[in-house]
């Protein structure tokens, strides 16, 4: 793909893929260092890159942002898009981050919270706002999870025009929800792939140690565990 394409698709879907920045050696080594750290802190879901005693491992993920395939990336989307964006903190490690089916189905937008407020949500339909992560992912996506589901297009509508046709769309996902909240054990006669073409959900693979951005209001969740 090449680099206007990636602009396009990241502007078009809500999300793109980039290329691998840390072999499997550098994982392995990454994966120990965290390990370490979350293990003295109780095992906790979420760390922030600067509680992570090892200064070598904190070395190699700030230095993949200034790499040429993620500042190339986002150079392309400013351009495509007429407006400078760069990567901003916070920095977090996040460990074992998937959702469990049978307490929730975990789909979420990242500006969820936003929509509160009037001056928030008229940013979110600005045809200018551009805010997302880039999540790098230390093992490939299997049946105990390891990346993200998400729904392709779900970043549109934000224009105050389309509003019904966002709330339209959600209507499916709203459902299942519902469903899946009162009547679990009705939700569970059918397989979850049902659900995920339900919604037109996509299931992401990408190669571990390799960058995916994702727009703040693309609705994901962390792939769940295989029951």
């Known amino acids: 793909m090449n680099h206007f394409d990636l602009a396009n698709t990241y502007k078009n879907k809500g999300y793109c893929n980039l290329k691998i920045l840390f072999d499997n050696e550098q994982i392995q080594y990454l994966r120990k260092a965290f390990e370490k750290s979350f293990s003295k802190k109780e095992f906790a879901p979420e760390m922030s890159l600067f509680e992570i005693e090892d200064k070598q491992a904190i070395k190699m993920i700030l230095e993949v942002f200034n790499s040429e395939i993620i500042q190339s990336a986002l150079h392309e989307i400013s351009k495509y898009n007429n407006i400078n964006i760069s990567v901003l903190p916070p920095f977090s490690i996040q460990r074992n981050y998937h959702v469990n089916i049978s307490e929730n189905l975990g789909w979420h937008r990242d500006c969820g919270g936003e929509l509160k407020y009037k001056y928030c949500t008229k940013k979110l339909c600005d045809k200018s706002y551009i805010l997302g992560k880039i999540g790098i992912y230390f093992q490939e996506n299997s049946e105990f999870g390891g990346s ?69 209001r693309i609705i994901h969740r962390g792939s769940p565990i295989d029951e």
Do not use: V, W
Request: proline fraction near 9%.
């Open 148 to 216: 993200i589901d998400l729904i392709p297009h779900s970043h549109r509508y934000f224009d105050p025009r389309t509003i019904l046709m966002r709330k339209l769309k959600g209507i499916p996902l709203f459902i299942i929800d519902k469903l899946h909240s009162h009547f679990q054990k009705i939700y569970k006669l059918l397989p979850e792939k049902f659900y995920m073409n339900s919604i037109r959900a996509k299931k992401m693979f990408p190669q571990a140690g390799s960058p995916l951005l994702f727009d703040s």
